[in-house]
């Protein structure tokens, strides 16, 4: 006979583990940004004012699925695709989302050209990420950025939060990257985990040893891509088949750039 009351608290250790991986992802992601959810805040009211209540959302480089989280949260008839091809991340997403219904998750390159063949039948009302696309080369960003016009539908809308670099603010940058050095070091003195530091505590972690190995298959170090100005983003989504696009947020150093299809 099975005691349903070990059932419960190994679900409840389950459960507290990868949600704890989750919070912890965030926490890391939040030193290096701190201005995060302000970003996402936004994504969310300009999907809920562009698509409605009950939006069908691409989660691109969803990663452990941030994004998603806060959409589910914030529009419980929303649905979400998350894509991503970092196994420790998507197990991570995997556990953490094991009993949420409205997000799908797929592994996918977003460098290779057939990558969408593995979502879901579209269309989608909107395709949101942050912080991500930066990894690409500027030829797989081009490529991206057609693939998402033909993925949304006609008056969906796309959104980039990343970094967005400004030349000619150089005292703005300088005194924005003072600011946040001595907020890092504070939080680290309170126990945040830099990005090293972060997949240092993953290799101690034997239920994601597994998923490690196959990411060091695929990368063993974080190399950036290339970044643009909000402006060149602007130019090419216009370029690319979307009706409209802009800033809809931006900081000293990173901008939301949206466009609708």
């Known amino acids: 006979m099975t005691d349903t009351r070990l059932d419960a608290t190994d679900t409840a250790a389950e459960r507290a583990h990868w949600d704890g991986w ?4 965030d926490a890391q992601q939040q030193w290096y940004l701190p201005d995060r959810e302000e970003r ?11 698509a409605g209540p009950a939006p069908r959302v691409l989660d691109l480089a969803c990663g452990t699925g941030s994004i998603s989280e806060r959409l589910l949260a914030r529009l419980p008839r929303a649905v979400s695709v998350g894509v991503d091809q970092d196994p420790v991340l998507l197990t991570i997403a995997e556990g953490h989302f094991r009993t949420e ?10 460098c290779d050209p057939h990558w ?4 879901p039948a579209g269309p989608f009302d909107a395709a949101l990420t942050a912080t991500a696309l930066h990894w690409l080369g500027t030829e797989d960003l081009l490529r991206l950025y ?10 969906g809308i796309f959104m980039n939060a990343d970094h967005s670099p400004q030349s000619d603010i150089p005292l703005l940058l300088a005194a924005d990257r003072a600011h946040r050095q001595r ?3 504070e939080q680290q003195a309170a126990g945040v985990l830099d990005w090293r530091q972060w997949w240092e505590a993953v290799g101690e972690d034997p239920r994601l040893a597994e998923a490690l190995t196959a990411r060091r298959a695929l990368y063993d170090s974080h190399a950036d891509g290339e970044s643009h100005a909000a402006e060149w983003h602007r130019s090419e989504l216009l370029r690319a088949g979307f009706s409209e696009a802009g800033v809809a947020w931006r900081s000293v150093t990173d901008a939301l750039v949206a466009a609708i299809r």
């Open 22 to 25: 989750q919070r912890s992802w």
């Open 40 to 50: 996402f805040r936004v994504m969310i009211d300009l999907v809920e004012a562009v």
């Open 101 to 110: 219904s409205r997000l799908t998750l797929v592994t996918a390159d977003l």
């Open 116 to 119: 969408a063949a593995k979502l």
């Open 146 to 155: 057609g693939d998402l016009a033909g993925l949304l539908r006609p008056g």
């Open 183 to 185: 907020a890092q070091q």
